[in-house]
């Protein structure tokens, strides 16, 4: 069974909802004589075959061929004027949006000066306003296929990312730089936003960068960064925490025993950690420097060295090894192609 409408409206039409479809689903049948009513901060589009075609204002209209004469055109001959026609109306919400929230849905990848890769999240907020009903339908409903409100903002939210993502990439500030940037770059992601915004019939009103923050892997980057400026000078830092735990150790040692026990324990127990700090120091100057420790030499230098081995052991280039063993300096023996020198040959050359 055909269903007319007689009466055209949105009277449930929510103060946040974009777009309220008469009828929900499907086209409706609207006879020639049926009144649309139209309130106040709203538009009514008519849209039939992929089109939007006749907008009526506030108001109460009565549709007739004089109102309405794109959708008359399309309808052939009418039976006694009385033909119902199928189309669809969707009441736009002309009121300001205020509070529209925007945010990068994945981290952005940018390139950082102090960092350098470095993935970082994004939101704020906008407002804006629905300008040119007509051809916000064609655009967004027509074009895009989309009239439920949480559609048409994520559609909208696309927009401000790819703009903001595109603005980052021309900028290069560093992240640290950006906070002091906000409102620069508010302004500017608003001049391109609303330049695509106004293709769509919308006004953009406001725009604002409320929070541009590392992600999780970046955080604890910036955190180990800032921990190693902290803690400067490294050798003195290590000496100051070995020794702390071994004078933590030496103190619960000598809570156990006699008075005097425990100032032996504590005292040697400063005195061990402080030897510990150094040693554990030397080690990693010597590893930072390519060095074997003062711990660790003797056992790191085998009795037979191959050419670079002695090379490493005399700390100079392998060229000059060899160049010594030639001239006869060195003492060494050749096994097929290679050269295997005793670790006394090379003291016995340096003592000499």
Request: a negative charge; hydrophobic letters at 45%.
């Amino acid at each position: 069974m055909v269903r007319v409408f007689d009466v055209v409206e949105a009277a449930d039409q929510a103060p946040n909802q974009m777009v309220y479809r008469v009828p929900p689903t499907g086209s409706g049948d609207f006879r020639l004589g049926s009144q649309v009513i139209v309130r106040e901060s709203q538009a009514a589009v008519f849209f039939r075959d992929g089109k939007a075609l006749d907008t009526f204002g506030p108001g109460r209209h009565t549709i007739t061929t004089a109102n309405i004469p794109l959708l008359i055109n399309l309808l052939g001959t009418l039976f006694r004027g009385e033909s119902p026609f199928k189309a669809e109306v969707y009441f736009v919400n002309m009121r300001d949006f205020i509070d529209m929230k925007w945010g990068t849905p994945e981290p952005i990848s940018l390139r950082d000066k102090d960092l350098g890769l470095v993935r970082l999240r994004a939101n704020g907020r906008y407002s804006m306003a629905i300008s040119d009903p007509q051809m916000f339908v064609a655009k967004i409903v027509g074009a895009q296929g989309l009239y439920q409100t949480s559609q048409i903002e994520d559609y909208l939210r696309g927009i401000v990312v790819s703009r903001l993502t595109d603005l980052l990439g021309e900028t290069k500030a560093g992240l640290f730089d950006l906070p002091a940037l906000f409102d620069e770059m508010s302004s500017a992601v608003r001049v391109k936003v609303a330049e695509d915004f106004a293709a769509l019939g919308i006004t953009l009103k406001a725009m604002y960068i409320q929070s541009i923050s590392p992600t999780e892997e970046t955080q604890k980057a910036i955190d180990e960064r800032a921990a190693m400026g902290a803690i400067g000078d490294m050798q003195r830092y290590l000496q100051f925490k070995a020794a702390r735990a071994m004078g933590d150790a030496a103190t619960a040692g000598g809570e156990a025993g006699s008075l005097t026990g425990a100032g032996v324990g504590l005292g040697a127990g400063v005195g061990i950690g402080a030897g510990m700090a150094g040693m554990i120091t030397q080690a990693m100057t010597s590893a930072m420097q390519g060095q074997p420790s003062a711990a660790g030499a003797a056992a790191a230098v085998p009795e037979v060295m191959t050419v670079a081995e002695a090379a490493a052991y005399l700390r100079v280039s392998e060229a000059d090894v060899q160049a010594l063993i030639e001239t006869g300096e060195i003492k060494a023996r050749k096994i097929g192609t290679q050269y295997r020198i005793a670790k006394k040959a090379l003291d016995d050359y340096l003592a000499g």
